[in-house]
């Protein structure tokens, strides 16, 4: 147990539909990563926040949006839905670089 | 552009052989994870280095950093079936904290066959 948590573990949604994908850090870590994990692209980095501020984005779509709350728990919200967002999304989290990542959830659009 | 190459990209062994495998760069990280991940779970770290020519040793697995910190290795002895996963490298930027972040190589899948 990495002490990241995730839900839900699955998700299946329509296309055009919009969820959302909750993370609870490890207790102390201030960074939380979001990454998407398909068949054919690997680990992909989309976004990161650190104590609550964004500090680095990677390959997230404008349909896709995250926040870090003040408790440091964040949400990865994506909308409009299309058939190619079926993925792993996982979250991970660190404080001064050993990186732990949670048991991901795993979306199917429809 | 690819930043971090792991091969090979598949590797199918019998149990008891040893194996290594690889993740190389043409950049320069200030540290390099691996980890194992298993299907539809999330990636487990096994080790974190940080030096160049950096070796860590867990049990049966074995670690290199390269001198360069642009590449590292992972051997096993006597490989188990529960050595069976993905193993991905991970180069890390950054000097920790708010502007740490990394970059991963797509993976080795090992099957370790009884």
């Known amino acids: 147990d990495s002490g990241v948590t995730q839900t839900p573990k699955h998700l299946i949604t329509a296309t055009g539909q919009r969820v959302t994908l909750r993370c609870s850090p490890r207790?102390?870590?201030?960074?939380v990563y979001w990454y998407q994990q398909s068949l054919d692209q690997g680990l992909q980095f989309l976004i990161q926040?650190?104590?609550?501020?964004?500090?680095a984005k990677g390959n997230i779509l404008e349909r896709f949006s995250a926040q870090q709350f003040p408790d440091l728990h964040s949400e990865l919200n994506l909308s409009s839905l299309e058939l190619g967002d079926s993925a792993l999304y996982f979250c991970?989290?660190?404080?001064?670089?050993?990186?732990?990542f949670g048991p991901g959830t795993r979306l199917t659009v429809l | 552009t690819q930043l971090l190459e792991q091969s090979p990209q598949f590797l199918s062994i019998q149990e008891g052989e040893n194996l290594t495998v690889y993740c190389n760069s043409s950049?320069?990280?200030?540290?390099l994870q691996w980890y194992r991940q298993e299907p539809g779970e999330g990636p487990v770290l096994l080790v974190t280095?940080?030096?160049?020519?950096e070796v860590k040793k867990l049990k049966r697995l074995t670690f290199q950093f390269g001198d360069a910190r642009k590449d590292s290795s992972l051997h096993i002895t006597a490989a188990q079936p529960g050595d069976t996963g993905l193993y991905l490298c991970?180069?890390?930027?950054?000097?920790?904290?708010?502007?740490?972040?990394?970059?991963f190589g797509k993976g080795t899948l090992l099957t370790v066959n009884p």
């Open positions: 280095v940080v030096t160049g020519g």
């Open positions: 991970a180069g890390g930027r950054g000097s920790g904290g708010s502007n740490y972040k990394l970059t």
């Open positions: 207790s102390g870590d201030l960074s």
């Open positions: 991970a989290s660190s404080l001064e670089g050993d990186t732990f």
């Open positions: 926040y650190y104590n609550g501020e964004e500090r």
């Open positions: 950049s320069v990280f200030s540290s």
